[in-house]
């Protein structure tokens, strides 16, 4: 990617190893443009990078799964399936080996 095409805050990634973040600033180091990103604070050559896609979920959809899962064990917990599988269980704790 060039140096003209990033901007702060854009969001790119670093294919060698996955890491995607933030542009926070720009840094001229031994001829060479590098980027920091925010969610390492490490720098990345700028040629190296990508663009980012957009995370779909936001942060509220993941809640919204959070509350859905909690109450699913909620219900899990207070039905008979639970009592059911507590009664297959001999109460041993064995170690494996």
């Known amino acids: 990617m ?3 095409e990033i901007t702060l805050g ?3 990634r670093y294919p060698r190893t996955g ?3 933030s542009v926070v600033r720009f840094e001229q180091v031994a001829g060479n443009q590098f980027a920091e990103l925010d ?3 490490l720098l990345y050559r700028i040629d190296l990078l990508i663009p980012a896609e957009q995370a779909k979920k936001s942060a509220s959809s993941l809640k ?3 509350k859905e899962i909690i109450r699913r064990e909620r219900e899990f917990a207070a039905g008979s399936e ?3 599988a507590l009664k297959n269980i001999d ?3 064995e170690g494996g080996g």
């Open 2 to 4: 060039l140096a003209e």
């Open 10 to 12: 854009m969001r790119v």
């Open 19 to 21: 890491t995607t973040g």
């Open 39 to 41: 969610s390492t604070h």
């Open 64 to 66: 919204e799964d959070a």
């Open 82 to 84: 639970l009592q059911e």
């Open 91 to 93: 109460q041993s704790c």
